[in-house]
């Protein structure tokens, strides 16, 4: 796909929005197996990860905001993938935890990340897997940095 010459002297940041785009419409597409939107599968990978979590550390780590935060973990509720409780030490706040009916979706959420690393390497060999990720890594440094939000490395 040609560069519009407007993207012309941001070819590498046009670059990345394409590739974005794409990896997210892939994303989305295995999700929907699942009966999962983009976004909520992160917030399940974290909560399998480090069990019960506030919500608010939840909207923290994951880097969103609180409605968008609520509304995720509602819609996580009603499909039974996660139980919301109060915060036995804090009374705002609410604690977010995966259900053991959750167990099954994760299985099926790892192998679509699978299937979503495959289908984003294709043929890259070993030494272009661990350049790319190099070179993301630098730039994710670089806007982090830009922007005041620092995110642990990959």
């Given at each position: 796909m040609p560069i519009p010459e407007v993207a012309q002297s941001g070819r590498i940041s046009h670059?990345?929005?394409?590739?974005?785009?794409?990896?997210?419409?892939?994303?989305?597409?295995?999700?929907?197996?699942?009966?999962?939107?983009?976004?909520?599968?992160?917030?399940?990978?974290?909560?399998?990860?480090?069990?019960?979590?506030?919500?608010?550390?939840?909207?923290?780590?994951?880097?969103?905001?609180?409605?968008?935060?609520?509304?995720?973990?509602?819609?996580?509720?009603?499909?039974?993938?996660?139980?919301?409780?109060?915060?036995?030490?804090?009374?705002?706040?609410?604690?977010?935890?995966?259900?053991?009916?959750?167990?099954?979706l994760r299985h099926e959420v790892e192998r679509m990340w699978r299937e979503l690393e495959e289908a984003t390497l294709g043929d890259l060999d070993e030494d272009q897997q661990a350049e790319t990720l190099r070179v993301l890594g630098l730039l994710e440094c670089n806007l982090a940095t830009r922007t005041g939000r620092f995110s642990e490395p990959s």
């Open positions: 670059a990345i929005f394409r590739v974005a785009r794409l990896h997210r419409l892939l994303a989305g597409q295995l999700l929907r197996q699942a009966g999962l939107h983009p976004g909520q599968e992160m917030v399940m990978m974290r909560l399998w990860d480090c069990g019960p979590m506030r919500q608010a550390d939840l909207c923290e780590e994951l880097g969103t905001d609180s409605p968008t935060m609520t509304r995720t973990v509602q819609r996580l509720e009603r499909a039974g993938f996660v139980h919301r409780s109060p915060d036995p030490t804090d009374g705002r706040a609410a604690l977010v935890e995966p259900t053991a009916a959750s167990q099954a």
